[in-house]
């Protein structure tokens, strides 16, 4: 069983930064691409970075770029968000996705959450 556990999240003033973490763990498994998502109250998940399995690529909503980062470490089965110039509107649920392939099948996995509080 592959689980990716998010942490990093909490309560941050405007202009601030948080980095949060997703850390892949399980019984052989390889990671492809990985993804931040996030929800706040009453609206949909919505995309917010992407990052491929080199991390030679990336890509970010219009919302966030310039402000957040995505990157991996891969000996570290690790996902990062560096977030800076934090706002309001960023408030939110993140969650980790990621392609991973384990005992023959590639499906998508998805973390628990870490909650991104950000204070006016």
């Known amino acids: 069983q592959v689980q990716l556990v998010e942490s990093g999240g909490g309560l941050v003033q405007a202009g601030g930064s948080l980095r949060l973490s997703c850390v892949a763990s399980?019984?052989?498994?390889?990671?492809?691409?990985m993804r931040w998502f996030r929800q706040a109250p009453g609206k949909e998940r919505e995309f917010v970075a992407s990052?491929?399995?080199?991390?030679?690529?990336?890509y970010y909503a219009d919302s966030v770029k310039g402000r957040f980062t995505i990157s991996r470490d891969n000996a570290r089965n690790t996902l990062y968000l560096q977030m800076n110039s934090l706002k309001p509107e960023d408030t939110a649920v993140y969650y980790c996705?990621?392609?991973?392939?384990?005992?023959?099948?590639?499906?998508?996995?998805w973390g628990q959450g870490t909650q991104v509080t950000v204070s006016s």
């Open positions: 399980g019984r052989t498994f390889t990671t492809y691409n």
């Open positions: 996705n990621a392609d991973i392939r384990t005992r023959g099948t590639t499906s998508g996995y």
């Open positions: 990052i491929t399995w080199s991390g030679g690529s990336t």
